[in-house]
């Protein structure tokens, strides 16, 4: 069975950090995987999760405009562990963190979804 485990998220006040992890079990390995992070706000239960950022197989990553600069993804390919590491955070990005493992490297196609850690940014 392939789970996706997050953790790390929080509450902080505006302008701190957190750095989130997704354990992915060893039913799977995230080596030549697309990996990548969503949220979801609570104010928009309705909405497509927001797409934060995207690290492809080949090592490339991509980013939200509204996370660029501040938010950086990476992978410890080893450990079949992706992380977010989320700096001057501000009140907007306060949200339902979610991994995403894509069953390809170029992130297309079926994917498995973690549960989701809460993150909370009060100003």
């Known amino acids: 069975q392939v789970q996706l485990v997050e953790s790390g998220g929080g509450s902080v006040q505006a302008g701190g950090s957190l750095k989130l992890s997704c354990v992915v079990s060893r039913s799977i390995t995230i080596y030549w995987r697309c990996m990548g992070w969503f949220r979801q706000a609570p104010q928009a239960p309705g909405k497509e999760r927001e797409k934060i950022a995207i690290s492809d197989s080949s090592g490339s990553t991509i980013y939200a405009d509204s996370v660029k600069g501040r938010f950086t993804i990476s992978r410890d390919n080893d450990n079949n562990t992706l992380y977010l590491e989320m700096n001057s955070l501000k009140p907007e990005d306060a949200a339902m963190y979610y991994c995403?493992?894509?069953?390809?490297?170029?992130?297309?196609?079926?994917?498995?979804w973690g549960q989701g850690t809460q993150v909370t940014v009060s100003s």
């Open positions: 995403r493992a894509y069953s390809r490297g170029d992130c297309f196609g079926d994917s498995y």
